[in-house]
């Protein structure tokens, strides 16, 4: 995915524009296309602005709303607010844009009330996962995300049917090799299957600049969510619930992430800084 402006290839900015429309704190949402979103367009006409050359058009809106920022899934606009206008608030509602919900976590207890890394008793922060710009992150979205987004090929998704040992590639770097390894957990009353996502990270670039020691770069990450088509936030779990945070969630070097219920194990067994091996073991509960 690129993206260009139609004037310029590194994108074009228009404004600032003063507007005349009053708005509340919440800057006049949750309506789709605020008045004064409206009109910001209507002056930026005046310079050059056509509407109709843009795919997607962002609104810096300088204010004190109470949002860092909004965007509708799958729409044209997107709105930053405040000052700054950072990387994670811009690209967080592009992502909106292109089609992605939150990146979530998933917290879970067993009946004791101990944390554990998956159960029958879950709760979900809406923005939880550490390790996606859709959630509390600048990273790189998550293999779910990047699915749904149509970035992968279809030899860097993989879906296991059987026991066995499967190896995956970091998912920062265009590759033929498998990125993105699923197992299906469950069907549900719709008739549709959630997977358990597994991926692996490396430190690359600006933004999954990792350091070595980071926990998410030595092991993989586990994700609970449905296949790509769906709309729907993928899940975090952490997969060291004997520890508080997600910051190392990710299941390292010779762990074990054990679903009882569903009779799905997952153990990491190799790691290097071109890929991870998992062993999977697949049984009837």
């Known amino acids: ?21 009053a708005t509340d704190s919440r800057c006049g949402f949750p309506v789709s296309d ?20 843009y795919d997607n058009v962002i609104h810096a809106w300088y204010s004190g709303c109470i949002s860092g920022g909004l965007a509708y ?45 998956i159960s029958n008793n879950c709760t979900s922060d809406e923005y939880g996962d550490l390790f996606d710009i859709m959630g509390y992150s600048y990273r790189h979205m998550n293999i779910f995300h990047k699915g749904r987004l149509n ?3 279809t030899s860097n998704t993989q879906t296991v049917s059987t026991s066995g040992a499967y190896t ?7 590759t033929t090799a498998v990125q993105s390894l699923r197992i299906a957990r469950e069907t549900l009353v719709d008739g549709s299957v959630r997977y358990y996502y597994v991926e692996y990270r490396q430190p690359f670039g600006t933004f999954d600049n990792f ?21 729907y936030k993928p899940l975090l779990l952490d997969t060291t619930p004997e520890t ?42």
Request: include cysteine.
């Open 1 to 21: 995915l690129s993206l260009a402006g139609s004037l310029r290839a590194d994108g074009d900015v228009f404004g600032w524009y003063t507007v005349s429309t």
């Open 34 to 53: 605020p008045t004064y979103a409206k009109e910001a367009r209507q002056l930026a006409a005046a310079d050059g602005f056509v509407e109709a050359n």
């Open 73 to 117: 899934i799958g729409g044209k606009y997107s709105y930053a607010f405040g000052s700054s206008y950072p990387t994670h608030v811009v690209g967080h509602e592009l992502g909106h844009n292109f089609g992605n919900y939150h990146a979530s976590s998933l917290s879970c207890t067993d009946a004791t009330g101990v944390r554990v890394s």
């Open 151 to 153: 970035w992968f090929e």
């Open 168 to 174: 995956i590639a970091p998912q920062e770097q265009g």
């Open 211 to 231: 350091a070595a020691s980071d926990a998410v770069v030595n092991g993989v990450s586990i994700r609970l969510s449905k296949d790509y088509i769906y709309g």
């Open 244 to 285: 508080n945070g997600f910051a190392d969630a990710a299941l390292a070097l010779n762990k074990i992430f054990n679903d009882p219920e569903k009779g799905i194990k997952v153990t990491t067994t190799f790691l290097s800084s071109f890929s991870a091996t998992v062993q999977i073991e697949l049984s009837k509960p």
